[in-house]
């Protein structure tokens, strides 16, 4: 379905921020990957980490839940067999996943989004599990991937970071179960280290021990380590609420979004210092950040590796400040869903954007009296691309149709009942 976003000038009231999928889809997998019965409590509902309750269900977890919480007893290091195995549109479950697939004779992981999640690249985690001693059939690094394992070795293993950071984060997870001590080094650079460092504390949090180099570029990995059954709390979501707050900052507003931890260790809570950069006012206090937007904006310049799933947000916000602002070190944005710099970039430029990209940057020249719109817009299959765009429509002049706008469910089911809450003039429509 598509949705019209139609400009509305203000917006006004307080939301609950939706629980964390990164969070939920590793606290799933470590639940999964321990003897015993564990807890999580708070867990999101998303396209993304139901793909994960589905996938561990399928090697053997048992998943009990309510309307607060998900009971799981885990399947350990011993997964079950299981023909094939449905990721959805999830990169990030895809790769952890393909980990822990090296502990099963033969999976097949199949492709049910040519369009998006068929086209990512994961070559460079097929290339390190080979060396590890597990056969893999694939389309040149693409799905459909198939796996034959069983009996992966660790040792010296080596994993390039360049491309995404969930390749490490697979390897973190399944090392720890192997028979031999591990040694990770991480070649090139690696994209996105702060999603690593919530790896490492959802893996400390269930047991497992992993002496990392300050830097991330080497780990050292004790083997024969086993998981332990353990009761977990999932934090509200930065990502997602980037989008919110980015909206709230370009109109006059007063919102207010609970649940967002001050001392949180997701990257995207960058994006409250970003905004208060921009000359937003905002305050951010015991897990609540106050809004009371006024629409007047400065332009920004900000190292986008450090929040990769709020840079877009922040692009859009920057879209109607004063002055040109520059976001670098997004060169990892190509490899999402789709070409977050290309295709989003595009997209803005029809609804009257000033944008223009370098390989790794976004340099946005602002119009603070905002951009024409009366367009229709492809969102890619992009969540994360819906979110952004619909922030730029609120403010454009007339309104903005966002093509196949329930991808958003990706991440982030509720985005439009929350804005709708809000007061934002946002409308489903049939394609």
């Known amino acids: 379905m598509d949705v019209i976003v139609t400009p509305t000038p203000r917006l006004e009231g307080e939301l609950q921020a939706l629980s964390s999928k990164n969070y939920t889809t590793r606290y799933l997998l470590v639940a999964a990957l321990a003897e015993g019965t564990s807890t999580i409590y708070y867990p999101a509902h998303s396209e993304d980490s139901d793909a994960m309750r589905r996938c561990i269900r399928d090697l053997g977890a048992i998943v009990d839940e309510d309307e607060e919480k998900i009971v799981i007893t885990g399947f350990g290091r011993h997964p079950k067999p299981v023909d094939q195995l449905d990721v959805g549109n ?70 390039s970071g360049n491309i995404s950071s969930q390749f490490l984060s697979a390897l973190l997870f399944l090392t720890p179960l192997l028979e031999e001590d591990s040694e990770i080094e991480v070649l090139h650079d690696l994209k996105s280290k702060v999603v690593v460092g919530q790896t490492l504390e959802v893996l400390e949090q269930a047991g497992i021990v992993i002496h990392a180099d300050e830097d991330y570029m080497r780990f050292r990995v004790p083997g024969g380590q086993s998981y332990a059954a353990k009761t977990y709390s999932v934090q509200g979501d930065y990502p997602g609420s980037a989008a919110i707050l980015a909206a709230a900052a370009v109109t006059e507003s007063d919102v207010i979004v609970h649940r967002l931890e001050v001392k949180s260790k997701q990257g995207e809570r960058a994006v409250v210092d970003v905004l208060k950069m921009m000359e937003v006012p905002l305050t951010h206090e015991k897990g609540i950040v106050h809004v009371k937007g006024n629409g007047k904006l400065k332009a920004v310049e900000f190292d986008g590796d450090h929040a990769t799933d709020a840079v877009l947000a922040m692009v859009a916000a920057a879209v109607f400040a004063e002055g040109t602002s520059r976001f670098y070190n997004v060169e990892n944005l190509r490899y999402k869903e789709c070409d977050r710099i290309t295709d989003y970039l595009n997209e803005l430029r029809k609804a009257g954007a000033n944008v223009e990209e370098l390989q790794a940057e976004i340099i946005v020249h602002g119009r603070p009296e905002g951009v024409e719109g009366g367009v229709e817009i492809n969102a890619h299959y992009d969540h994360r691309v819906i979110m952004a765009l619909t922030i730029v429509g609120l403010r454009a002049k007339q309104p903005i149709r966002i093509r196949d706008a329930h991808h958003v469910a990706k991440s982030y089911p509720i985005y439009f009942d929350h804005l709708k809450a809000l007061g934002a003039n946002v409308e489903w429509v049939e394609d």
């Open 90 to 159: 999830a990169g990030a479950v895809l790769r952890f996943l393909m980990a822990i697939a090296a502990l099963c004779p033969d999976v097949t992981f199949i492709n049910r989004y040519p369009d998006s999640l068929g086209k990512r690249p994961h070559s460079d985690l097929i290339e390190t599990l080979t060396a590890m001693g597990v056969s893999i059939d694939h389309n040149d690094g693409k799905l459909p991937i198939r796996m034959k394992g069983g009996a992966p070795k660790g040792g010296k293993i080596q994993v």
